[in-house]
Nanobody, 123 residues
Framework: QIHLVESGGGSVQAGGSLRLSCVVSRATWPTDYNYMAWFRQAPGKGREGVAL???????TYADSVKGRFTISRDNTKKNLYLQMNSLKPEDSALYYC???????????????WGQGTRVTVSS
C-alpha cells in the first residue's frame, strides 16, 4: 500500500508563498504509480484538482492556479512539491497529495491519498 505524507502547510497573508512537500513510501515508480497530483478541499466544497505531473514530467494546472503554482518532483520520484506564490484567500484549503498508475488528469479518482496539510491565507 502506497503511503503519502504531506507537509509544509501553514498560515500566510495574501500575496505570500508556501511550499508543500509530499513524500512517497512503500511504492516503486513507475510500477506502482506514474502520475502524481495535488488536490485541495475547502470547507463545504468538493475536492478540486490543482496540479499534476506525469511520468514524462509534463505538468497540468487548474486555471485558478496557473502562473502562481508550480508542481515538481525530484529525480528519485519519491518527493513531490507544490510551490505556491501570490497566494489568495480563496486558496485556503486542505491540500492533498495523490498518486496513481492511471492517467486520470485532475479528476479526484486517484487510488492513493495522503492525509492533507492545511493552508490558510488571510487577507
Amino acid at each position: 500500500q502506497i503511503h503519502l505524507v504531506e507537509s509544509g502547510g501553514g498560515s500566510v497573508q495574501a500575496g505570500g508563498s508556501l511550499r508543500l512537500s509530499c513524500v512517497v513510501s512503500r511504492a516503486t515508480w513507475p510500477t506502482d504509480y506514474n502520475y502524481m497530483a495535488w488536490f485541495r478541499q475547502a470547507p463545504g466544497k468538493g475536492r478540486e484538482g490543482v496540479a499534476l505531473i506525469d511520468q514524462y514530467n509534463i505538468t497540468t494546472y487548474a486555471d485558478s492556479v496557473k502562473g502562481r503554482f508550480t508542481i515538481s518532483r525530484d529525480n528519485t520520484k519519491k518527493n513531490l512539491y507544490l510551490q505556491m506564490n501570490s497566494l489568495k484567500p480563496e486558496d485556503s484549503a486542505l491540500y492533498y497529495c495523490a498518486a496513481d498508475w492511471r492517467g486520470l488528469g485532475l479528476s479526484p479518482s486517484y487510488a492513493y491519498w495522503g492525509q492533507g496539510t492545511r493552508v490558510t491565507v488571510s487577507s
